[in-house]
């Protein structure tokens, strides 16, 4: 095996409330629980000596000879080995629990199958408990093995014979055509009686349970366009990245992937933003998905409300755990040595702490398209949003760090004063949709008032853009793409059209957007990044809706290159097409749907006229 595969080499599986990555050399190179957010036992993904892994794979197989596929319309993640002997399968699922409440269970099932000839399997399975900070003891019998950490137990169990090596266990297993094999790893509390023992007949029941939970739940999306099989696996990747017990989407199933190999700019994307989990919401609304829609409404209320109980300064924090605890305390986990060398390796996101105003425009511009699927707050959730909105009509004009996180200091960003002319705008709209008593005066003075600004500060007249913030001179920023969609401006105004221009110039190579130029704006941190995918999805939204629809399909077709082999994103695009950042990233696959239903909706207008496409 790699000891650091590529970081697109991988696809995802999990159960809505943790998930697995699983290279395409069959191994499991991240996985924590019980939550998303939980410590980790396999790690070897950002440290290959010391971070733990679970493989199971022949042994000698060239890279070309590999192939990963998902069942189609499934979390289900096959991984196939040909070699001139034959073809074998590993097929990896996760079992949720039927009742979506949170639990300390988690099941990772691997079946391994002969398709051709003869294969010889090879398994190893090498735990590391928290972060590999905690050690483990190994029982070993011929039921299985029980790997024993502190608070935490993991219960391996196979159709072949076991066997030790140091605290981790071992085993190889060969197949005929038609033989099947599995190991069964149960993850759980130290108290929970052994699981039984796993049958063919069992594994298969289970995995036909996991296709048509899967498939079931894809066929309910109403898209129709031209995509569907990379909407529908960005509609796949989002439900997978949400914890179903609270209904909040986490911005990536992964911690420390570096945005530069080599450098420091490696965070932690396992909790919950405000922004990114509003937008998730509204792509999957987008496809009609209104279970989802409804829980996170519940998830935003009871955010909102803790925090007035509690007397919080700011309304919301920006970022939160699954289950809406604020404490995400960052540390450096100084025994790790990082993806290739990516250090530091942090676990937490001190970034919670910022201020970011934009958040208020992404949750309401979320939540409002419920209105049309018949998805509200109750009035108690209605309460707690218009005291958060009279709240924002005081405190919107101060400067914030902005929606990068920028740890330079604080900026007034324009970006951030759009997003709270938002929330006063969609807060208006749904004051007046529900019936809900509001202080409309004081929001529409507010929402007013910012629009003013943002024309006059905002605006540089010199170079005919809007800028990325106040006294920024010309300096760019992608986030405002987003400025037609929330209706700030008409996206063929001439301001705004301009404004496309000037990014064409300074963030777009070759079709690829880049957030903003550190060397113009210094964020506060060494390094560069790639081009970052969520502003090149946006940025076909955008060329879309300003009509300029052959520029706006062939970027979209393009971006479609730089997916892994299953259709996955990370956050960012290499130099060389390499895929940087957290893995898979929901900001990604939002922008993905967002782009498509509206790039759809813009070329089936024009087929209706019967202009050329």
Partial sequence: MDRYPPIADHGLVGDLQTAALISAQGVVDWFAAPRFDSPSIFAALLDHDHGGYFRLSPDDTPAGSRKQLYYPDTAVLVTRFLSPDGVGEVLDWMIPERSGSATDRHVLVRGVRAVRGRVR?????????DYARAGHELDLSADGAVFRAPGTTAHLQTTFPLERDGQDAVGTVTLDAGDLAAAVLTVC??????????????????????????QGWVHRSRYR?????????????????????????????????PEQVGGERNWDYRYTWVRDGSLSV??????????????????????????????????????YRVDGEPILTEEILEHFEGYRGSY?????????????????????????QARHIAVQADYQGWKACARALDWLADTWDRPDEGIWETRGGRQDFTYSRIMCWAAFDRGLRMAEDFRRPADTERWTKARDAILEQVMERGWSTKDRAFVQHY????????SLLLMPRVGFVAARDPSWLSTLDAMDRTLVSDSLVYRYDPAASPDGLRGSEGTFSLCTFLYVDALARAGRLRQARYTFEKMHTYANHVGLFAEEVGPSGEQLGNFPQAFTHLSLIMAASTLDEALDRQ?????AL
């Fill in 282 to 319: 509204r792509a999957l609304l987008d496809l009609g998905f209104a279970e989802e829609a409804t829980a996170f409404t519940h998830w935003i209320r009871n955010r909102l409300l803790a925090e007035q109980e509690r007397g919080a300064e700011e309304a919301l924090q920006i970022m």
């Fill in 225 to 257: 366009g031209r995509w569907p099989d990379m909407v529908n696996r960005s509609a796949i990747t989002l439900k997978l990245l949400t914890y179903a017990p609270t209904g909040a989407p986490v911005a990536a199933a992964t911690m420390g992937l």
């Fill in 344 to 368: 530091p390796v942090r676990v937490g996101n001190a970034a919670a702490d910022q201020l970011q105003l934009d958040i208020y425009g992404e949750a309401l511009y979320g939540l409002s």
């Fill in 471 to 478: 006294g920024g001179g010309a300096v760019l920023d992608a």
């Fill in 607 to 611: 087929r209706d006229t019967g202009r």
């Fill in 121 to 129: 399997f090879t398994m190893e399975c090498r735990p590391r408990f």
């Fill in 189 to 214: 509390d130290p108290d929970r009686p052994a699981p039984p023992q796993p049958t063919a007949d069992a594994l298969m029941e289970e995995l036909w349970k996991a296709v048509d939970f899967w």
